[in-house]
């Protein structure tokens, strides 16, 4: 069971997520899903990704898992067409290490300047929402997918030596000079509690 710091943190912080979810989908359902909006779109998804992950941590860090097993060469016949089924997209559960970006950091910091009227063009809203569906799927299945963080994290650990699957410094989403003061705030209070959760005990 979560202490009660944790517990806290996590009651807190899933309305937080389920309303950026929200603000998310409101832009998806605008008429024309324009490049400004999914810029709008791809920020609030950071930070609700960040914060996904550490209440996934929170939740984790609480679960007892078996012990590790080798896993098996794969001795099955190549799939077929029909095994090949797209599976549903996920969200990450590491984030990159400095000096590998990931593909929201390049998009941060575009190398060349937007034309004047980019904001008003057409954009594709699926990259957007398959994101969106993956959060909200977490949501739905916290358990799953606690488990699933869990599992990842005793890998990570056995593979790397990483206590945890965070980048340095600031968690995506946060900045120096946040949209958001109150959100910018509460994502970096998470980002403590997910990371004093899974430092070893003492002694």
């Keep these: 069971m979560p202490d009660l710091h944790t517990a806290a943190c996590l009651e807190k912080n899933w309305p937080v997520l389920a309303g950026l979810l929200g603000l998310v989908q409101r832009l998806l359902n605008a008429p024309l899903f324009t490049h400004g909006l999914k810029r709008r779109a791809y920020g609030l998804l950071r930070l609700a990704e960040s914060l996904a992950r550490r209440l996934l941590v929170l939740r984790a860090a609480s679960l007892v898992l078996p012990a590790l097993r080798a896993r098996p060469h794969d001795t099955r016949h190549p799939q077929t067409a029909h095994d090949q089924a797209p599976r549903q997209t996920a969200i990450r559960l590491v984030e990159a290490l400095p000096g590998f970006p990931g593909p929201d950091d390049i998009a941060a910091h575009p190398t060349a300047p937007s034309l004047p009227d980019a904001d008003d063009t057409p954009a594709n809203p699926a990259p957007a929402l ?9 949501i739905d299945r916290p358990d799953h997918h606690a488990r699933r963080m869990a599992r990842f994290l005793k890998r990570l650990y ?10 340095l410094r600031r968690p995506p989403g946060c900045k120096r000079r946040p949209d958001d003061p109150l959100l910018d705030q ?17 002694g």
Excluded at 131 to 136: D, E, F, G, N, S
Excluded at 186 to 191: E, G, I, N, P
């Design 130 to 138: 398959a994101r969106l569906t993956a959060l909200q799927d977490m």
């Design 158 to 167: 056995a593979r790397t030596g990483r206590l945890h699957p965070f980048r």
């Design 186 to 202: 509460q994502l970096r209070d998470a980002d403590v509690f997910a990371r004093r959760a899974l430092q070893p005990a003492p």
